[in-house]
């Protein structure tokens, strides 16, 4: 045997681990990679353990939907009813009735939102392209504080511009632009309409923060390349920034779609009057309002179970669609 011919039979007898040594290499990398991944594992657990005490555990409360729960009684005391809240939903006339005005408001509203969120990524388009560093931290931090201030206050900053006799009215009475004050909050004209501008007005900044991120990474070569091609700014943005910036705006497309029944309450809570309460209320504000003010913790429980089946439903359809179109999901 030459000597090329002793090196290639040893390189080979490596390769399929018939040198002495190999067996053993292998057996260590392996040992090795699955102590990474117990260590990883163990990484994971306490974040396991806060979803299962924060995420599922509560749901067992929703055997209350199947008792007359009566708090002095507790649960053990109460009478087990079986469906029958379920059966009084569908019904009783008056309940339906409440509850499709409920749905409107509460897809109206949800609707509204989808289609204002392109908002953070246009502004994050432009944002991204204000060469100032200074400015740009600037109009950033003041459009992200919004998200901190919470909906208790923001009423009343509302309250103190757009009640009769804030800021707004005060300044259009002395300039003789009016002579009644304009009822901006004791109406329910166009309700859901303030109701999506104030949440644009808290979550623009906050939105536009993942957006940057995807921005600062998408591979600068590209703009080199299209600057060298003769590309302006604004072309770089419109075929370079917001085709790369597509695949997670799709994400929080398909996130928003599956929680078109959950506003939250915390905002309609706060600006819910008795002017305007037949429109605003949503359905989370419904839930909490017979469940708390109309001393019926089973009939809310019961609506909060069809409400977070209906969410998984719409979460599963639009995850099979976007799998379908896109080839890819987010489940």
Sequence with gaps: MTVQAALVHEVTAAELGDEPGGKKRRLREKHAGGRKSYGMFWCIV???ILVFLFSYFPLYGWIYALFDYKPALGLSGSEFVGLQWFEMLVSSPTQMTQIGQVLVNTLAISFLGIATS???????VFLNEVRTPWFRNAVQTLTTLPNFISWVLVYMIAFSLFSSTGLVNSILTDSGLITAPIKFLDTDQHVWVTMTLWSIWKGLGWGAIIYLAAIAGIDQSLYESARIDGAGRFQTMWYITIPQLMPTYLVLLLLS?????????????VFQNAFNKEHIQVLDLYVY????????????TAIGMLKSVISVILLFTVNTIAKRVRGTSIV
């Design 289 to 300: 309002n017979i469940g708390i003010t109309g001393n019926s913790l089973s009939m809310a």
């Design 118 to 124: 392109v908002l953070p990524l246009v502004f994050a």
């Design 46 to 48: 306490p974040f396991l």
């Design 257 to 269: 779609v599956a929680n078109l029944l959950n506003n939250g309450m915390e905002q309609y809570f």
